[in-house]
Nanobody
Framework: QVQLVESGGGLVQPGGSLRLSCTAS????????MYWYRQAPGKERELVAT????????NYADSVKGRFTISRDNVKNTVYLQMNSLKPDETDVYYC????????????WGQGTQVTVTS
């Protein structure tokens, strides 16, 4: 079954950078678009970035455009999120996933990785 393992989070100062990774297993990774989301306690989960299956097209939330970059390695079954110029209000748990409306991702969420932006 689907397994997505996020890593790379941590503590960073405002203006700093982090690179998140998400390693996938249990499905044919190269067939699916992938997404990064984030969620703070008590808030709705927010879609941050999207990348198509072959990695040729990406899309970003307006709030992160120009600062975040999503990429993928279909040999390593891994999707990445490079985050630059981080802000304190981007302190969230970050999750990767596929299309939640379809199998094999429907109803699945990994453990996420905590990003804390603070001075």
């Amino acid at each position: 079954q689907v397994q997505l393992v996020e890593s790379g989070g941590g503590l960073v100062q405002p203006g700093g950078s982090l690179r998140l990774s998400c390693t996938a297993s249990g499905f044919t990774f190269s067939r699916y678009a992938m997404y990064w989301y984030r969620q703070a306690p008590g808030k709705e989960r927010e879609l941050v970035a999207t990348i198509t299956s072959a990695g040729r097209s990406t899309n970003y939330a307006d709030s992160v455009k120009g600062r975040f970059t999503i990429s993928r390695d279909n040999v390593k079954n891994t999707v990445y999120l490079q985050m630059n110029s981080l802000k304190p209000d981007e302190t969230d748990v970050y999750y990767c996933n596929g299309d939640q409306t379809t199998q094999p991702f429907y109803g699945y969420w990994g453990q996420g990785t905590q990003v804390t932006v603070t001075s």
